[in-house]
């Protein structure tokens, strides 16, 4: 090989390595990241066949074969699948400091979501605020509570005022400075590392009184980091019996094969063909989970001076991946949280024939509707008012 073949070879790999990182760090998240990620890759295989001669032209063009096939897969398995895709406005989230994922920008923000058969899943708009939170109307001072936690508790395919924090703010009257921290694919991890790095200083050191986080079995997933949206979030890991933060999950997955690994868990033929055979959370999983809960619990006493309240929802309002195993039930998580000195409440589960014709959750999505934020926001309102004195903050 010439020095000057050498030369456009490293060229070649070089800017399509650029471009790879470009697309995991500046691209949005969705379904198609994995083929654009291949499509590079490609392009660089077939610019390697108009280069190359003999041998290398060869292994070029096998190379280059093998990828359009895995392209070839990943299109059938995303029509096989029948998975809906979410769209946002371009440039309106991006990865930010050491939590991963979150809206980039104040202001609306459009998202649609679309059916595989073409159907608008939902079409809202959230609006996010000069502090890059979703905005909640309640009152602009006096005592704080704060929301933590993933999309439910954002309020993915719902508008403003049909979040869970906004029914919230609207049942006690707005008399709270009520704060919507959460975003979606967070964790119990994200909820933990931004108290400890400060993230939302600004807003929770002035009058805090609660936080809150719906949370669930499957956190404990995310917090063990095998989700497949959890890629640039903070990971914790039980070092001699203590809790350690490990900088981002993909550092978990260093070197060529982890890379590898960790692209193809992304990609829609494993969540079409083996996700579901993959076996549900585990011991350790719920022992992490636990741990970062109750880690977050702690510094939210001891830096904030507040309690931390855990609206549990229980793993039968989730696919059977999410199940629990037999080491563990919802009553054995929710006792090791309250251990951990949380106040823990199960979260309430509705008749959906008790609301004829009003669905409990979105349609063709799973996320919850504003009518079941609502009968949850009660709850929540319930429990803040008798066993935390709310009555008496002000």
């Known amino acids: 090989m010439t020095r000057a073949l050498l030369l456009k070879t490293a060229a070649a790999i070089l800017l399509a390595g650029l471009a790879i990182y470009g697309v995991l760090n500046f691209v949005q998240p969705s379904r198609y990241v994995v083929l654009l990620i291949v499509a ?18 060869d292994i070029a063009l096998l190379c280059a074969t093998l990828t359009f096939g895995f392209g070839i897969i990943e299109v059938v398995s995303l029509h096989l699948g029948g998975f809906a895709t979410t769209y946002k406005d371009r440039g309106s989230w991006a990865r930010v400091g050491e939590l991963g994922w979150r809206p980039a920008r104040p202001g609306p923000i459009h998202e649609k979501k ?5 159907e608008v899943v ?5 609006t996010i605020d000069e502090h890059l939170t979703r905005k909640v109307d309640s009152a602009s001072d006096g005592p704080m509570v704060a929301f933590f936690g993933d999309s439910i508790t954002f309020g993915a395919g719902l ?3 049909e979040t869970l924090p906004q029914a919230f703010a609207d049942l006690t009257d707005r008399q709270f400075r009520v704060l919507n921290l ?5 964790g119990p991890q994200q909820f933990l590392r931004a108290l400890e790095i400060g993230e939302h200083d600004a807003l929770l050191k002035k009058d805090p009184r609660l936080f809150i986080m719906l949370s669930a079995p499957w956190h404990a997933g995310r917090s063990a980091c095998k989700e497949r949206n959890q890629w640039y979030a903070p990971r914790y890991v039980m ?3 203590a809790l350690v933060y490990r900088g981002a999950c993909s550092e978990a997955a260093s070197g060529l094969f982890g890379a590898a690994r960790a692209l193809l868990r992304s990609t829609e033929m494993f969540h079409y063909f083996f996700e579901s055979r993959e076996p549900p959370i585990d011991e350790a999983d719920v022992d992490l989970y636990v741990a970062v809960l109750g880690r977050a619990g702690e510094v939210a006493r ?3 001076g507040v309690p931390t309240l855990i609206m549990y929802l229980p793993d039968n309002v989730s696919t059977d991946r999410y199940r629990l195993g037999p080491a563990y039930g919802n009553e054995q998580i929710m006792q090791k949280l309250r251990n951990a000195g949380l106040h823990v409440a199960e979260a309430r589960l509705v008749d959906p024939a008790a609301y004829p014709g009003r669905p409990l959750f979105i349609p063709g999505d799973g996320h919850p509707t504003g009518l079941m934020d609502r ?7 319930d429990i803040v008012m008798t066993e935390f004195g709310a009555a008496s903050w002000r």
């Open 114 to 118: 679309i059916a595989a058969n073409g």
């Open 375 to 381: 009968i949850w926001a009660e709850q929540i309102r």
């Open 239 to 241: 070092q001699d019996g």
């Open 40 to 57: 590079i890759i490609f392009a660089t295989w077939v610019y390697f066949i108009a280069i190359f001669r003999g041998r290398w032209r």
């Open 159 to 161: 508008n403003d005022n």
């Open 122 to 126: 939902y079409d809202v708009v959230n």
């Open 302 to 304: 001891q830096k904030y």
């Open 182 to 186: 959460a975003v979606t694919a967070y």
